[in-house]
């Protein structure tokens, strides 16, 4: 039954116009009626589907819960996402990706999650990743990379995520360098870039992006509530996650092949046009020190330029802004 489902939907996933009832019959092995029962199913499930006389069903929109055969419907992409995983509940999607990484998957393989109950954010800080509200994805990476560069890829993520915003809506992303979108000062997404590397080839990177899309003010945890958004509180409406979801792997897959082709500096003034607090003052710490610098910008090869007050400019690989 379940599978017969997922043939169903691979089938009206994978013409244009329309397929006959008679030919879906014929290619699952089923009797019309029991297409048709199929049929009623996915419409219940959330589906909107045409049925036209003597031409057959179309699948006009699918669900707002995700699933692998929703998101491939329409995933117009040339290597991201070929390979996808979606699961109900996760522990971290970043757990499954590694273990698939060692399982040799190829570089483009996405796994994502209605929920995660161990999100992870970085140096084992949480990520709350609530069931269906939210973006839980990691990506598998095999970047032709020396391993000081694997951080490039954050910046890379971050416009990505930011252009997406912005296309999709009148709402103003901006990126705290290194892996924080905000929007209206509160962070609304999330980066994490984990990699495995051998003296100077990088293996591959587990590349997760965590997202807050459709949580209410109420739906954000009491802690973080200050300096925690989603987009549905920002914009005052409804996400769908499938068309949000395959809207950024479209703009990942583009941004990568050109920083590929062009190197990082070709992303970098993208990255500053959503650049926070660039030319204000803000509070720096890294392992060693904390003092008041203005951000000047981002370098070439993604190091944040800083000036402390006593004029003083230093190239940031590693810190903590405060603002
Ligand atoms: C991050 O860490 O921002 C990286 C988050 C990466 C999450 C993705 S989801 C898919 C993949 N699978 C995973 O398990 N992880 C990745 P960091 O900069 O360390 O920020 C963590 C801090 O943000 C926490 O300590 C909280 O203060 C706050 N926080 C936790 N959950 C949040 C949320 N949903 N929205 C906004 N802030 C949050």
Redesign the pocket.
């Known amino acids: 039954m379940e599978s017969t489902r997922k043939e169903l939907i691979q089938l009206l996933n994978n013409v244009e116009g329309h397929i006959s009832g008679q030919e879906l019959s014929g290619q699952l092995g089923i009797s019309r009626t029991a297409v048709w029962k199929h049929m009623n199913e996915l419409k219940k499930d959330g589906y909107e589907i045409e049925a036209v006389q003597r031409k057959g069903y179309k699948i006009l929109s699918s669900p707002d819960k995700i699933s692998e055969n929703t998101l491939r419907w329409g995933l117009d992409t040339k290597w991201i996402g070929h390979e996808l995983h979606h699961y109900d509940q996760v ?5 499954i990706v590694h273990q698939l990484a060692k399982q040799g998957k190829p570089h483009g393989t996405v796994v994502i ?1 209605d929920e ?1 109950v ?6 084992s ?6 069931k269906g509200k ?5 990506v598998l990476l095999r970047p032709n990379l020396p391993p000081v560069q694997a951080p490039q890829i954050t910046l890379l993520a971050a416009t990505v995520l930011a252009r997406m915003i912005a296309e999709r809506s009148a709402l103003a992303p901006q990126i705290k360098w290194p ?2 979108l905000l929007i209206n000062h ?7 870039t984990e990699m495995q590397a051998e003296q100077d080839t990088i293996q591959y990177i587990v590349l ?5 899309v459709n ?1 209410e003010d109420r739906e ?2 009491a ?2 509530k200050y ?4 987009l549905k509180i920002e914009s005052r409406q409804h996400w769908n996650i499938q068309q949000t979801v395959q809207h950024i792997l479209r703009l990942f897959e583009e941004t990568y092949e050109r920083f590929e082709a062009h190197g990082f500096s070709s992303i970098k003034k993208d990255w500053e046009h959503f650049g926070y607090k660039i030319g204000e003052e803000v509070t720096i710490s890294t392992m060693k020190k904390t003092w008041q610098a203005t951000l000047v910008g981002i370098e070439p090869d993604g190091a944040l330029r800083a000036k402390s007050k006593d004029g003083e400019e230093e190239k940031l690989y590693s810190a903590e802004i405060h603002w």
């Open positions: 522990e971290s999607t970043q757990e999650a995660q161990k999100g992870k954010g970085r140096m800080r949480n990520w709350d990743s609530p939210g973006i839980w994805m990691s892996n924080d509160k962070k609304v997404s999330g980066i994490l997760g992006m965590g997202m807050n949580q954000i945890p802690d973080i300096k925690a958004s989603s």
